[in-house]
C-alpha cells in the first residue's frame, strides 16, 4: 500500500491551499482518514479525521477554516485550508487506515510521507 501526498507549498496569510492524499494498493474499504501535522520543535497533532460513517472532527484551532472530504472512489482524502495563518505552518501527514478483504474486520494503518505547508509573507 502506498500513501501519495501532495498539494502543500508556500502561502501568504489568508491564502488556502488543497492537500490531497491518495492511497493505493490492495485496498479493500478505508476505514478512517485523517490529516497530522507537526511544527519544528512541537508533538504531531491531529488537525482533522473523516470515518467511514462521514463523520468528521476538527481541532479546535482549524474549525471554520479546514474542511476534509473523502473521495471513497479513488480512495483519496483532501483538506481544504482556507485563511490560512502563520501557525499553519507545518509537516502536514495523512494517517489512512483500511481493510484488505471482505473477509477481515483488521484494520491496517499507514502513514503518507509528509507534505510541507508554509504560511509566511
Known amino acids: 500500500v502506498q500513501l501519495q501526498a501532495s498539494g502543500g507549498g508556500l502561502v501568504q496569510p489568508g491564502g488556502s491551499l488543497r492537500l490531497s492524499c491518495a492511497a493505493s494498493?490492495?485496498?479493500?474499504?478505508?476505514?478512517?482518514m485523517s490529516w497530522f501535522r507537526q511544527a519544528p520543535g512541537k508533538q504531531r497533532e491531529l488537525v482533522a479525521a473523516?470515518?467511514?460513517?462521514?463523520?468528521?472532527n476538527y481541532v479546535n484551532s482549524v474549525k471554520g477554516r479546514f474542511t476534509i472530504s473523502r473521495d471513497n472512489a479513488k480512495n483519496t482524502v483532501y483538506l481544504q485550508m482556507n485563511s490560512l495563518k502563520p501557525e499553519d505552518t507545518a509537516v502536514y501527514f495523512c494517517?489512512?487506515?483500511?481493510?484488505?478483504?471482505?473477509?477481515?474486520?483488521?484494520?491496517?494503518?499507514?502513514w503518507g510521507q509528509g507534505t510541507q505547508v508554509t504560511v509566511s509573507s
Open positions: 494498493g490492495s485496498i479493500f474499504s478505508i476505514n478512517h
Open positions: 494517517y489512512v487506515g483500511f481493510t484488505t478483504s471482505p473477509r477481515s474486520t483488521t484494520v491496517y494503518s499507514y
Open positions: 473523516t470515518t467511514s460513517d462521514g463523520s468528521t
